[in-house]
T-cell receptor
Framework: GPKVLQIPSHQIIDMGQMVTLNCDPVSNHLYFYWYKQILGQQMEFLVNFYNGKVMEKSKLFKDQFSVERPDGSYFTLKIQPTALEDSAVYFC?????????????FGSGTRLTVL | GDSVTQTEGPVTVSESESLIINCTYSATSIAYPNLFWYVRYPGEGLQLLLKVITAGQKGSSRGFEATYNKETTSFHLQKASVQESDSAVYYCALGDRTNYNVLYFGSGTKLTVEP
């Protein structure tokens, strides 16, 4: 089936540094998402993105977070500066449509460790 | 708030046994809930197993079934006879069809099927 690729699978950085998480969504998809899962907790919605704009964001999507799809291919989540509580697995997803019953296709996640 | 509670894992069953993973939801701010089961096989991204968008309907896929019960606010996942290849982590999720595919996930249930 369609694949969403996330690179790298694990990233380690020092607190205060900037990090960019990369996502290669399904090629013809138009809606993009980031979810966050802290170890031992539920996966939680961060943000969704369509047509160059953030459509919805949760309270977890702090001011230090930003998303973009600069060249029409990779969808990125940037955190600047990072904090210890940003350590989590970040999952990217994409979907063809934006209605509430759409199937989301998820990547395998990037584990971010902030030291 | 809007949330999902599912069977705490891990769950271990023997091949050919029956399985039920419980899922209940709370949709206090969602007028038209959609319900999903997603599954993560080892080394892969989360993928949709089945979804139901109408109360009272049943969804099925790969031998799994789940019925959207609005009265009991439940969406339990069942399979009559599991196989070793069903070993995975299963996530129940609640969506809002009016809200750009924001999903509320349960904590996941790790299933191991023993030969």
């Amino acid at each position: 089936g369609p694949k969403v690729l996330q690179i790298p699978s694990h990233q380690i950085i020092d607190m205060g540094q900037m990090v960019t998480l990369n996502c290669d969504p399904v090629s013809n998809h138009l809606y993009f998402y980031w979810y966050k899962q802290i170890l031992g907790q539920q996966m939680e919605f961060l943000v969704n993105f369509y047509n160059g704009k953030v459509m919805e964001k949760s309270k977890l999507f702090k001011d230090q977070f930003s998303v973009e799809r600069p060249d029409g291919s990779y969808f990125t989540l940037k955190i600047q500066p990072t904090a210890l509580e940003d350590s989590a697995v970040y999952f990217c997803a994409s979907s063809l449509g934006g209605a509430g019953a759409e199937t989301l296709y998820f990547g395998s996640g990037t584990r971010l460790t902030v030291l | 708030g809007d949330s999902v509670t599912q069977t705490e894992g891990p769950v271990t069953v023997s091949e050919s046994e029956s399985l039920i993973i419980n899922c209940t939801y709370s949709a206090t701010s969602i007028a038209y809930p959609n319900l999903f089961w997603y599954v993560r096989y080892p080394g892969e991204g989360l993928q949709l197993l089945l979804k139901v968008i109408t109360a009272g309907q049943k969804g099925s896929s790969r031998g799994f079934e789940a019925t959207y019960n609005k009265e009991t606010t439940s969406f339990h996942l069942q399979k009559a006879s599991v196989q070793e290849s069903d070993s995975a982590v299963y996530y129940c999720a609640l969506g809002d069809r009016t809200n750009y595919n924001v999903l509320y996930f349960g904590s996941g249930t790790k299933l191991t099927v023993e030969p």
